[in-house]
């Protein structure tokens, strides 16, 4: 039995990944075989395909930027929402 090491992979690389799988899939070849050519399970590749589907690379980079962009977003919206409840507490004189 073979133990995989999990591994990341970036954006760029997954969609390469399916980029070649897809071809070897045109070309014939089952998704079973393709997967243990891509070293991938076939959960991964259908995950992969819904998520990165008809992307190109340096559409998964900006898709990366944006989701980085948006959690920092939310942190400084959380933090000026818990600064607004501070400052009522104290204009309430409940502190």
Same mark, same amino acid.
């Given at each position: +039995?073979?133990?995989? %090491?999990?591994?990341?992979?970036?954006? *760029? @690389?997954?969609?390469? %990944?399916?980029?070649? /799988?897809?071809?070897?899939?045109? =070309? /014939?070849? $089952?998704? *079973? $075989?393709?997967?243990?050519?891509?070293?991938?399970?076939?959960?991964?590749?259908?995950?992969? #395909?819904? @998520?990165?589907?008809?992307?190109?690379?340096?559409?998964?980079?900006? #898709? %990366? $930027?944006?989701? =980085?962009?948006?959690?920092?977003?939310?942190? #400084? !919206?959380?933090?000026?929402? #818990?600064? %607004? *409840? +501070? !400052?009522?507490?104290?204009? =309430? /004189?409940?502190?």
């Amino acid at each position: +039995m073979t133990s995989h %090491k999990r591994r990341r992979h970036t954006p *760029d @690389q997954i969609i390469r %990944k399916l980029a070649e /799988g897809n071809k070897l899939l045109a =070309s /014939g070849q $089952e998704l *079973d $075989e393709v997967c243990r050519h891509l070293e991938i399970a076939e959960s991964t590749w259908h995950r992969w #395909l819904a @998520q990165y589907g008809g992307m190109k690379a340096n559409d998964a980079k900006r #898709l %990366k $930027e944006l989701e =980085s962009e948006n959690a920092r977003l939310k942190k #400084l !919206l959380a933090d000026a929402e #818990l600064d %607004k *409840d +501070m !400052l009522r507490e104290i204009a =309430s /004189g409940n502190f």
